[in-house]
C-alpha cells in the first residue's frame, strides 16, 4: 500500500479477498494467472486490485509475506497449549508444510526472486529466530539439546525440502523431519 493510513474496513475485506484468491490461483499451480482473473476470484474490480498492489510481483511478495506472517506466530500459539518439545515437533512440521505451498508458488515466486526483493532473506530470519525461540524454550525444560541454533536447524530443514521435485516428497520429508527431530531429543541434558 502506497499509504500508511489504516484502511477502511471494506478495503481490508477487498485486501484479504484479492490475497486469498492469489494465493489459491498460485498455490493451484496457476503461476500465470492473469490480474483480472484473480480481481474477478475475488469478486472486486481489477481497478480495486491495482490499488492495493500496483505490479503482480507486489501481490505475490504479499501473499508469499502473509504465509510467513502466519508460519511465525505459530511457535507463541503452539506453546501454550503444547509443551516445549511438542511445541518444537509441531513447528517443524508446519515448516514442511509450508515448503510445500513455496512449491506451488515457486513459479509465481521466480519473478520476485531476480529483483532485489529482500523478502526471502527476512523469511529466513524470521523462521530461524522463530526456531530457536522454540529450541530456547525446549532446552531450558530439558526435553531439546541445548547445541542447536534456529538457523541450523532451518539450514538441515531446507536440505530435507530440497527434495520437493519428486513425487512423494512430502510424505517423506514429513518423516525425516521426525527423525531430525528424535535426534533433538537425544541427550537433551546439554542445556546449559
Not at 484502511?7 to 499451480?29: I, M, P, Q, T, V
Request: charged share 30%.
Amino acid at each position: 500500500m502506497p499509504s500508511s493510513r489504516p484502511l477502511r474496513a471494506d478495503a481490508r475485506r477487498n485486501r484479504e479477498a484479492l490475497l486469498s484468491a492469489a494465493r489459491e490461483a498460485f498455490l493451484a499451480g496457476d503461476a500465470d494467472a492473469h490480474m483480472e482473473e484473480i480481481a474477478r476470484s475475488a469478486g472486486v474490480a481489477v481497478g480495486t486490485l491495482y490499488r492495493h498492489f500496483e505490479t503482480r510481483e507486489a501481490l505475490i511478495e504479499e501473499v508469499y509475506r502473509k504465509e510467513v506472517d502466519e508460519l511465525c506466530a505459530a511457535p507463541e500459539e503452539l506453546l501454550g497449549p503444547h509443551a516445549p518439545h511438542e511445541a518444537l515437533r509441531r513447528f517443524l512440521l508446519l515448516l514442511v508444510d509450508h515448503a510445500a505451498v513455496g512449491k506451488g508458488m515457486s513459479v509465481a515466486l521466480e519473478s520476485i526472486m531476480a529483483s532485489d526483493s529482500p523478502i526471502f532473506d527476512d523469511a529466513r530470519t524470521r523462521m530461524g529466530d522463530a526456531l530457536t525461540r522454540l529450541l530456547h524454550a525446549g532446552a531450558a525444560a530439558g526435553t531439546v539439546r541445548g547445541d542447536v541454533t534456529g538457523p541450523t536447524l532451518l539450514r538441515a530443514l531446507g536440505g530435507i525440502c530440497a527434495m520437493r521435485v519428486r513425487d512423494g516428497w512430502l510424505d517423506e520429508a514429513r518423516q525425516i523431519t521426525g527423525l531430525l527431530f528424535d535426534g533433538l531429543r537425544h541427550d537433551a541434558p546439554r542445556a546449559t
